[in-house]
């Protein structure tokens, strides 16, 4: 069965930087494109970013363009997501996802069950 | 950018009665590629109706979807105890993807 999950949250000052991981399974990792998506506390979905099968086309929300970074290991079913410069909105839950289809264009059927990122001083 | 607004924020129903969601797009929504998801506290969002209308694997037919264009809905026809949640709407033909505010079903 598809699974994904997160791993790399914590508790971060802000400023400074955080690496996420994403590791998959039950299913072929290099024909996906692959999302990150967050939820402040108490808040709604927001997108974050995306990333083609192979890498080549990456996409971000204007809210953390020039801050983070998404990148993927197909040798070892990884998703990546570098936070650097982090601030306090960007405390969240963070969950990989992945489209109904292989397709760019996906509404995303699977979930991980995230992990927590807190920005405070 | 693509603006998704739910109404009501809020819809407070009986078990039974027949539960009608709304999702408005500030332009047309490519392709109809609009997806309903069902999120419940704790929970990882769970994926309902894509491409407007068409149910995913495993989601029961009391769930349906409609619409096209700028206009869609999410209908649940009697609630069961379960489907008390907090409901999103998304767009995912254009980027950036987005998604709707939430709508609530609570228990009345």
């Known amino acids: 069965q598809v699974q994904l999950v997160e791993s790399g949250g914590g508790v971060v000052q802000p400023g400074r930087s955080l690496r996420l991981s994403c590791a998959a399974s039950?299913?072929?990792?290099?024909?996906?494109?692959i999302h990150w998506v967050r939820q402040a506390p108490g808040k709604g979905l927001e997108w974050v970013a995306v990333i083609s099968n192979d890498g080549s086309n990456k996409y971000y929300a204007d809210s953390v363009k020039g801050r983070f970074t998404i990148s993927r290991d197909n040798s070892k079913n990884t998703l990546y997501l570098q936070m650097d410069s982090l601030r306090l909105e960007d405390t969240a839950v963070y969950s990989c996802?992945?489209?109904?289809?292989?397709?760019?264009?996906?509404?995303?059927?699977?979930w991980g069950q995230g992990t927590m990122v807190t920005v405070s001083s | 950018e693509f603006v998704l607004t739910q109404s009501p924020d809020t819809l407070s129903l009986s078990p039974g009665e027949r539960a009608t969601l709304s999702c408005r797009a500030s332009?047309?929504?490519?392709?109809?590629?609009l997806a309903w998801y069902q999120q419940k506290a704790g929970q990882a969002p769970r994926l309902l109706i894509y491409a407007a209308s068409r149910r995913a694997t495993g989601i029961p037919d009391r769930f349906s979807g409609s619409g096209s264009g700028t206009d869609f809905t999410l209908s649940i026809s009697r609630l069961e105890p379960e489907d008390f949640a907090v409901y999103y709407c998304q767009q995912y033909g254009n980027s950036p993807w987005t998604f709707g505010q939430g709508t609530k079903v609570e228990i009345k």
């Open positions: 996802a992945r489209g109904v289809s292989t397709t760019w264009y996906s509404a995303f059927e699977f």
């Open positions: 332009q047309s929504v490519s392709s109809n590629y």
């Open positions: 039950g299913f072929t990792f290099s024909s996906h494109t």
